[in-house]
């Protein structure tokens, strides 16, 4: 796990440290794998020489600040983008080098959390469940109705089905979602930002939502998220995105004593540090001075 | 001196070929997704429900719009044509006046600028904001075309409904002028429908009006769903696409409408 970036190697499912040159695993073990990605909008850089690698069944987090290029890492791995250079693997396939239909077979076996559920707003949540089980299966309607109603009682929202999305509170919106995602039984989830804008209760129901789920159908999760507190509970291992860069990885415990100044900054919530407070701008004392 | 004025021009040069460039990809990648939908087109009609909600959408709900315009329109082309029509002791040619106004032009042109302000908008603003709120990354991420599952069923329902909202724009503008002409001002009924029907030639006039109407429905639903498609992902983003949707497809309908009057009414000139 993540042997090429970072000062902090370690290795998520065993906690220990992992040196930089340790052998890599077979690449059966990965859900996932990012190898010296770069990305660009236009030309302006988002990621460079990113390396990553996210084991079967773990939960894994990526943290950074806002516009760090967390959320293009998901979009990479879903397909939604293409990277300038490097290798990005689901399950072993080249997603860039996958065409239309081969995109479309890998995203079956892949659900995703957007940051705001992204629920279908003219469905019910029951429509919005069954949605993905009506246009990939044949399954007849009884056991679809099953199906749906498993997944809402998998995130207790068994009594909502019949909502409309414009009903749900945020937090229970997230939890539709997360049952959406899980519908048709994907090895892999993304997660973008599930926490975001959540009272600390749904919070942890989220977060203890994804670790259960994931430990209970053996799915791999990956979540990006810039909540510190709620991403340790629940994680194996953590990356931290800087400026496009993995800039440290290691487990919860690990992070926790890290001494690295971008985690520190992180895990303290500290206004100033590596990650600076001031948009960078000219000296404030002349700026005051010039002449309008 | 010289200098500063070469560079200027070269600069003034960057920036037109820039912008050239931009324009030239734009039109590109509208020609692609115009194309990605029309072959999305079998998803339209193999999945027929989904059409059949957006012809109820853009249909059924511009219906009441639709109907009072025609009504009205009518009423008003009967009061103004009679006007003009009993000077020269024609008053019973109003039945015909009012039904070619209607079929060849007023129908298809109206009934295409209310239904691209009613429903053009409204299918704009639908796509724009299931964008915005990511419903249609999250339809890609389930390995669900959006372009199958939302944009042709409602480029199909626009094109069905176009059609027969200019034919019930125009039934009921004739109806309305019927009311004027023939209740209210005492036109015989039986010269007002009489020179009407031997005046409206099926082919010439009802034909090229239907064709009219099709050809605007066309313009106006895949400006619509272009335009939500492309819309920037923000409230303001919607705005401005919902916004250029009412206007361009208002300026697209009145340049191909006299495009194709030139064409099926050239033998007039």
Redesign the interface.
């Known amino acids: 796990m993540g042997y090429n970036a970072g000062p902090l190697k370690i290795d998520p499912m065993s906690a220990s440290i992992a040196p930089a040159s340790a052998p890599p695993k077979a690449q059966s073990d990965f859900a996932v794998e990012l190898a010296d990605v770069t990305f660009a909008y236009d030309r302006r850089p988002v990621l460079t020489g990113i390396s990553m690698q996210i084991p079967r069944g773990g939960v894994v987090g990526i943290m950074g600040g806002s516009g760090c290029g967390k959320t293009t890492i998901l979009r990479l791995i879903?397909g939604?983008l293409k990277p300038n250079s490097g290798r990005v693997l689901v399950a072993g396939e080249s997603v860039p080098d996958l065409d239309r239909e081969g995109?479309?077979?890998m995203?079956?076996r892949?659900?995703?959390l957007?940051?705001?559920g992204?629920?279908?707003?003219d469905m019910s949540v029951y429509e919005n469940i069954a949605?993905?089980l009506r246009?990939?299966t044949d399954l007849p309607e009884e056991l679809i109705r099953d199906l749906v109603l498993m997944k809402l009682h998998a995130v207790g929202l068994r009594g909502a089905s019949r909502l409309m999305p414009s009903e749900l509170s945020g937090g229970m919106a997230r939890r539709v979602a997360l049952a959406r995602a899980i519908a048709?039984d994907p090895m892999l989830v993304?997660y973008d930002e599930p926490f975001a804008g959540l009272d600390p209760i749904s919070l942890g129901v989220v977060g203890q939502l994804i670790r259960r789920l994931s430990d209970a159908l053996g799915i791999t999760s990956l979540v990006v998220t810039h909540d510190i507190y709620e991403s340790l509970k629940i994680v194996d291992y953590l990356y931290f995105v800087s400026e496009g860069r993995i800039i440290a990885q290691g487990t919860p415990a690990e992070v926790r004593a890290s001494g690295d100044g971008f985690v520190r900054q992180f895990v303290d919530g500290a206004p100033d540090g590596p990650v600076p407070f001031h948009y960078p701008a000219a000296p404030y004392r002349s700026e005051l001075l010039a002449r309008v | 001196m010289f200098s500063a004025a070469a560079a200027g021009f070269v600069h003034a040069l960057r920036r037109m070929g820039s912008r050239t460039t931009t324009i030239i990809s734009w039109l590109g990648y509208a020609t692609r997704f115009s194309i990605a939908v029309i072959r999305e087109t079998p998803a339209a009609f193999s999945r027929f429900s989904l059409t059949m909600r957006e012809i109820y959408f853009s249909g059924v709900l511009s219906l009441v719009i639709i109907l009072v315009s025609g009504l009205f329109v009518g009423m008003v082309l009967a009061l103004q044509g009679y006007d003009v029509l009993q000077r020269y002791g024609a008053a019973e040619s109003l039945g015909v006046l009012v039904a070619l106004s209607l079929v060849r032009e007023l129908g298809p042109v109206v009934a295409g600028l209310l239904f691209a302000s009613r429903a053009g908008s409204a299918i704009t603003a639908e796509i724009g904001l299931m964008k915005a709120t990511e419903q249609l990354s999250a339809m890609e991420m389930m390995a669900v075309d959006p372009l199958a599952r939302v944009v042709a069923p409602r480029f199909w329902g626009g094109i069905i409904s176009m059609p027969l909202l200019a034919a019930l724009f125009s039934t009921l503008g004739v109806f309305g002028a019927y009311l004027v002409g023939v209740k209210l001002i005492g036109i015989d009924a039986g010269a007002f429908w009489g020179n009407m029907q031997a005046g409206v030639d099926f082919r010439y006039d009802i034909v090229n009006g239907v064709i009219k109407s099709i050809v605007f429905g066309v313009a106006v639903s895949m400006l619509a769903v272009f335009e939500g498609y492309d819309a920037k992902p923000t409230a303001e983003g919607v705005s401005t696409a919902t916004t250029r949707t009412v206007v361009e497809s208002s300026l697209a309908i009145l340049g191909l409408d006299f495009v194709l009057t030139v064409f099926m009414f050239r033998g007039v000139a």
Do not use: I, K, N, P
């Open positions: 879903g939604q995109l479309h077979l995203r079956r892949l659900g995703m957007f940051q705001f992204a629920l279908f707003t949605f993905a246009e990939h048709l993304l």
